[in-house]
């Protein structure tokens, strides 16, 4: 018998029909004697629907009345849930966010929760019954209903699980897992059994949307086991813990990451004086840009190239701030390219391996890809590339890596 | 500089346009000086919405989760129209029932109010705030999401101006007040200026929809001055106060109200026999069927006719149930009629003035209507008629009582 904190998306619960098959989830679990405390998101569509009305009447919405428009929403799906549940049989009860008191400060939008009073769901629990929590709302200290920003169901999910020392917290999605990588660029792409936190978390950043890196950042500081399902067809998903799954010596690449939300800027021949970085970056921080890859070449006669990336979005406004420094600092030229991708591979193991570097180099040299940057850290090696490579990259190097081999170097368990 | 409680239902905030209308309202009020309340319904169509959503999953929704679903409805509108307030620079917060601590009895749907903690909007309006309050709703001592049932946001406008003690409760609603009678069956119906608290319970409960009984009882109860008026056109509405308006010693007549929702049951030569009338209205209750008029003749050799008005949705099981009485009780016959409306003079003055009755009854005769029941209280006399001569009747009686005219028994000011 496992206490089981299960979030379901806003897709898996976006109708009546879909409400009622999360109903028949949670009995067959409840039946095998599991305790289960059930997280929803608003029905898919509700939440723009609100912001829609919001917009209507003002452009930029005042922040505390969105959050007590936006929480219906999910109001909503946690009393038809219990209803659903009622209907079967299950003694189910539901909570606001306010009510199961989610306590949070006071950054409305993006609130971030503080503690979380679980005696009233340890009572439920121990009378049978089902909680049914709204996710993605709690209350500040003066009771104002605040919004943890989207996604914050996930993080509901898995503070509850913290709180309440779950077995597992399991999140309910339109996906059956995470992949190797994307089974729309690679058809071989595998789903992994298991992947650890630090892993998610770069596939996440580097934009495999199955969770919000908020919630995988806090299940892993609270050693929360997280598993990603599919709500629409049965499967083990895959389970996200701290625990390396990697056997053996074998250099372990888990997955392969990519987006094409970024754009390059180098500014060339820039002298090479101390406190350069901070000339050409601070008045791109200031103009509200952020930076993600930086690269600095090695000293030419004194002067060098500074390369980074910012979102696409970004570019042109980026390009101009970049125009007017190198003015100031009297550098050469500055160049841009928005039309690069940047791919990574993502594994726990790589770090005691200096070969997973090169192997990664040579696949894509074999296919005459050439590398324009490349940034590693101590679980991933990201690289950009011209965008029209992005596919060939990608299928090149899951290959390399043996991915859609079920006995590769990861997770076989 | 006056306290108001301003109530807008369900049309009057039934579009983002009418949401920006009461704004602009609140704005006018406020910027004479006055401190405003706002009790707001769901935008029309939102309840039946979430109600269809509920039956969809279970046919007799929970009534704890009905609570929590329908509540949702308000917080929408409350959010949405602080956000207008804040758009015109006026300072406004939005509370939920549960937020402003509106504390009732746990009968979800039904909920009753316990009391009103008036701190935090006494706060909020001594800071010049708009205070911006869900209507319906409130929460049981548990914390428990409850409503009042339908209508319930007058309960909750009037329950709040009893509470803050303010000068006026004013109900915005899509009429401009309440008539002499339905303008839609008599041309020169008249809108009152004023009627008592009395009056207004008697047309109410006679079919005239423009206030919920329990909040006129209500405000009764705590003498609170009760305007209606419209959220669509300018006027001064109705208002209904504990001051008798009429002038003089003129026999008074409010208003002419009328319903076409009864059916007649007459079970025919009944023993007269003490208990008799339990005998008859113990099983019609039991079922579930509530009685309006009840009327018992003299008896004739020792049997009597027993005539009551149900509902005509109960018609059937009714008349069944009445068959089975007048079985054990050797009663001779059981007759019905669904084919009756009810009409009603009403005013306070009539109580002193046996003349209005005999008035009433000429005027009906002059046309050769006929009375099948007469019932009469304190401020109304009531009969029966076949239904195809209501709107004649209504027409006939309006006239004879001269309520078209402007300076006529009532509400002159």
Known sequence: ????????????????????????????????????????????????????LAKDIQQVPDEREMDVLLSTGEQVTIALLSMAL???????????????????????????????????????LDAGKVVVVAGFQGADENGNITTLGRGGSDTTGVALAAALKADECQIYTDVDGVYTTDPRVVDSARRLDKITFEEMLEMASLGSKVLQIRSVEFAGKYQVPLRVLSSFTEGEGTLITTEETNKMEQPAVSGIAFNRDEAKLTIKEVPDLPGIAFSILGPISEANIEVDMIVQNVSVEGTTDFTFTVHRNDYTKAHSVLEQVAQTLGAKQVVGDAKIAKVSIVGVGMRSHAGVASTMFKALASESINIQLISTSEIKVSVIIDEKYLELAVRTLHSAFKLNETDGAVSEE
């Open 86 to 124: 009622k209907k079967r049989g299950l003694d189910a009860r539901s909570y606001t966010g306010s009510q199961v008191r989610i306590t949070t400060d006071s950054a409305h939008g993006k609130a971030r929760i503080r503690s979380i009073d679980t005696e009233s769901m340890r009572t439920d």
């Open 1 to 52: 018998m496992a206490l089981l904190v299960q979030k379901y998306g806003g897709t898996s619960v976006g109708t009546v029909e879909r409400i009622e098959a999360v109903a028949d989830r949670v009995l067959r679990h409840k039946s095998q004697g599991d305790d289960i405390v059930v997280v929803v998101s608003a029905m898919s569509g509700e939440t723009n629907r609100l912001i829609a």
